[in-house]
């Protein structure tokens, strides 16, 4: 089993910038891929970025491409998401995902575990 614990989100300005982070524990060594899906009212989750565990390989939607960075600290067992030039359409409940299978994925179905979610809300 692994648990993730996300935090980090709350209300920012458009144009404004936040940092996610979320905490991995128990069975680490298993993990392949960590990636950020969010979930806005009314919408299908979707994908936002992941990163793989061994290589630090990335890979965005187009739609954060330049804005969103994700990175990993593997000696806390932590993924971070920074968040910059925010938009309102980036509000959403973030959530935070592993993958014990796949090193590229980019749909739901392929991660085995995840968060509670955070809320990112960006004014306008």
């Known amino acids: 089993q692994v648990q993730l614990v996300e935090s980090g989100g709350g209300l920012v300005q458009a144009g404004g910038s936040l940092r996610l982070s979320c905490a991995a524990s128990?069975?680490?060594?298993?993990?392949?891929?960590m990636g950020w899906f969010r979930q806005a009212p009314g919408k299908e989750r979707e994908f936002v970025a992941r990163?793989?565990?061994?290589?630090?390989?990335?890979n965005y939607v187009d739609s954060v491409k330049g804005r969103f960075t994700i990175s990993r600290d593997n000696a806390k067992n932590t993924v971070y998401l920074q968040m910059n030039s925010l938009k309102p359409e980036d509000t959403a409940v973030y959530y935070c995902?592993?993958?014990?299978?796949?090193?590229?994925?980019?749909?739901?179905?392929?991660?085995?575990?995840w968060g509670q979610g955070t809320q990112v809300t960006v004014s306008s």
């Open positions: 995902a592993s993958s014990n299978t796949y090193r590229d994925g980019s749909y739901s179905y392929q991660y085995n575990y």
């Open positions: 990163i793989t565990w061994s290589l630090g390989r990335t």
């Open positions: 128990g069975r680490t060594f298993s993990l392949y891929t």
